[in-house]
């Protein structure tokens, strides 16, 4: 190049090689945008053409920075490590994978927990992004300082229940004196001392079990009574173990689940909670057309029969969205009750706290 300059400039005038040198100043300049016009076409063709690691990509904002990764806890031990709902459908089915994929999310990962406080603490670690777990303790979790959104509530009926040991107490009044295992900081927990309450029982002992353990220590006769809910609830029931009380009667002291997300991970991935719902919807609606295949889902992750898995969560109570009025206002009611307890660290407006 050097080469053919010097000789250009040999033989032509000192106004041609002024030409010339403008000549190459305007095709530097031309090269110029159109590397700038080539780096701007790449960027539309990834908004446009389904690329998963921009913003654009997922046509919301920030949502296609997601982390490729989803680590997502439940409540609960089973062969699929699969939870129930709509969310264990869709995620059983592929449906909500598919639907995340448009955010560059490939992989998402299922922890399962014996409890609420367990998943909760692993929530708060980062070893999750986010959970679904009873209300109770995603709200004490919360007034303690947990940084941590509510996205929704996938039901509103939880049906707690409380089972006294065989020739034992026969009625609620019976207990009192008596030793009742609970799980410390989960949704039973806060029905029983309600329940006590309602009753003005004052005089009894709670001690925190697993359920398991607690199954085992009503069995030995350790413990007076015990909570329980779902499937191992009847189970007991049809073994000749007394049912006291359940949530049923008593409306305002039935659980509600709770979605949370960390603050940390809607840093990576705001939009998270819409394209979280979304994806859930979808499954629901699916859900709703194999009624009897999803019962013999949850058989398989409760070890049950169709039969007994929808007496015990029927379709009716998964919620279409997010939120709703009867859901919210049993978390109001929850919070009150467990900010009065003290079992709640401080109160706090529920409104603040929910994502929508």
């Known amino acids: 190049m050097n080469k053919l300059y010097r000789e250009i400039t040999g033989v032509w005038s000192t106004r041609g090689r002024l030409t010339l040198i403008a000549g190459v100043v305007m095709i530097m300049l031309v090269l110029q945008a159109c590397a700038n016009n080539a780096g701007s076409g790449n960027s539309g063709s990834a908004a446009n053409g389904g690329g998963t690691d921009t913003a654009e990509a997922a046509g919301s904002g920030e949502a296609g920075n997601a982390p490729a990764v989803l680590n997502f806890g439940f409540i609960g031990s089973n062969k699929l490590n699969l939870p129930g709902g709509a969310e264990g459908w869709g995620l059983y089915k592929g449906i909500i994978q598919e639907e995340l994929k448009q955010y560059g999310i490939t992989e998402v990962k299922l922890t399962g927990f014996p409890n609420g406080p367990d998943q909760t603490e692993s929530l708060i670690s980062g070893r999750l992004d986010f959970g679904s777990l009873g209300d109770t303790p995603a709200i004490i979790a919360y007034a303690s300082g947990a940084k941590t959104r509510l996205i929704g509530q996938s039901s509103a009926h939880t049906v707690g229940y409380l089972i006294g040991k065989k020739d034992g107490p026969k009625t609620v009044q019976d207990l009192k004196g008596k030793t009742i295992a609970i799980q410390k900081g989960s949704f039973m927990h806060r029905y029983v001392v309600g329940l006590l309450q309602q009753e003005g029982i004052t005089d009894y002992k709670l001690v925190h079990m697993l359920i398991p353990d607690a199954t085992a220590a009503l069995a030995r006769g350790d413990v007076d009574a015990t ?130």
């Open 227 to 356: 909570t329980n809910l779902g499937v191992p609830a009847l189970k007991l029931i049809e073994q000749g173990y007394t049912h006291l009380d359940d949530a049923s009667s008593h409306p305002d002291l039935l659980g509600s689940s709770a979605t949370v997300v960390s603050e940390e991970y809607l840093k990576k991935f705001p939009d998270f909670p819409k394209a979280w719902n979304a994806a859930r919807e979808k499954a629901l609606a699916d859900l709703k057309q194999h009624e009897d295949e999803y019962y013999a889902f949850l058989a398989e992750i409760g070890d049950t029969t169709p039969e007994l898995a929808k007496q015990v969560n029927p379709i009716s109570d998964i919620k279409d969205t997010a939120f709703t009025d009867e859901g919210t206002k049993l978390l109001e009611g929850t919070k009150n009750f467990l900010v009065d307890e003290k079992l709640a660290k401080k109160d706090f407006n529920i409104s603040d706290w929910q994502l929508k």
